[in-house]
């Protein structure tokens, strides 16, 4: 479990870095980029089609560990648009709690202790 959380702070470090350099070089309107190539048939749009599944279930994964609450539907949101940024963060926080419990962090309290 250390091997696991020293990679998410340091992916989140590398991440956020990386995420200010380009926002100051390139700004910060991302989407219309993101679904332009999208709908530009390319391999930058194929790439960003599938980044955008592993956003979706990163969001379902979240809303679901959270047993649907506005809680954790909020945390989906967040999930959805934060990408590993936000993931990275939360899985810290998660591994932290489960206290190295695998079925406690991928269930979530409720489900692993019912």
Not at 32 to 54: E, H, K, S, T
Not at 73 to 92: D, E, H, R, T
Request: hydrophobic share 55%; aromatic share 18%; net charge neutral.
């Amino acid at each position: 479990m250390t091997a696991f959380r020293i990679f998410l702070g340091a992916y989140f470090i590398i991440l956020v870095a990386y995420t200010l350099v380009v926002g100051m070089n390139h700004g910060w309107n991302l989407l219309p980029v993101f679904f332009g190539d999208m709908m530009a048939m390319n391999w930058a749009g194929q790439f960003n089609l599938d980044f955008m599944g592993f956003l979706c279930l990163s969001a379902l994964w979240v809303s679901w560990r959270h047993e649907y609450t506005p809680g954790g539907l909020a945390l989906s949101v967040v999930a959805f648009f934060g990408g590993v940024v936000f993931l990275a963060a939360y899985l810290l926080y998660a591994t932290s709690q489960a206290n190295g419990d695998m079925k406690t962090l991928l269930l979530g309290p409720g489900r692993a202790n019912s």
